[in-house]
Nanobody, 114 residues
Framework: QVQLVESGGGLAQAGGSLRLSCAASGSIGSGNAMGWYRQAPGKQRELVAVTSGSTTNYGDSVKGRFTISRDNAKNTVLLQMNSLKPEDTAVYYC?????????WGQGTQVTVSS
């Protein structure tokens, strides 16, 4: 069983920055996916950024503004969010896939004011 714990959410102004971190209770393995999704009120959960091995995928709306990084030795993943926009307001979830099973954190709120 993998447990994921997020931290770093909060309130930011448009144009500002926030950094999210996620720590996994067990080893995820560099070949398994680990990253971030988000869900805004009334909307479906969407990809923010996920990394697996040498591959990283970003959602179109965050490309060029957000950067994901991962420390496989520490089983952590970070999300640096720059140039924040009000539409980035959402609950951000850490996610990891191990042996075809997806695990999710409980989420951290990010609110961007205009």
């Amino acid at each position: 069983q993998v447990q994921l714990v997020e931290s770093g959410g909060g309130l930011a102004q448009a144009g500002g920055s926030l950094r999210l971190s996620c720590a996994a209770s067990g080893s995820i393995g560099s070949g398994n996916a680990m990253g971030w999704y988000r869900q805004a009120p009334g909307k479906q959960r969407e990809l923010v950024a996920v990394t697996s091995g040498s591959t990283t995928n970003y959602g179109d709306s965050v490309k060029g503004r957000f950067t994901i990084s991962r420390d496989n030795a520490k089983n952590t993943v970070l999300l640096q969010m720059n140039s924040l926009k009000p539409e980035d307001t959402a609950v951000y979830y850490c996610a990891a896939r191990v042996v075809f099973q997806w695990y999710w954190g409980q989420g951290t709120q990010v609110t961007v004011s205009s």
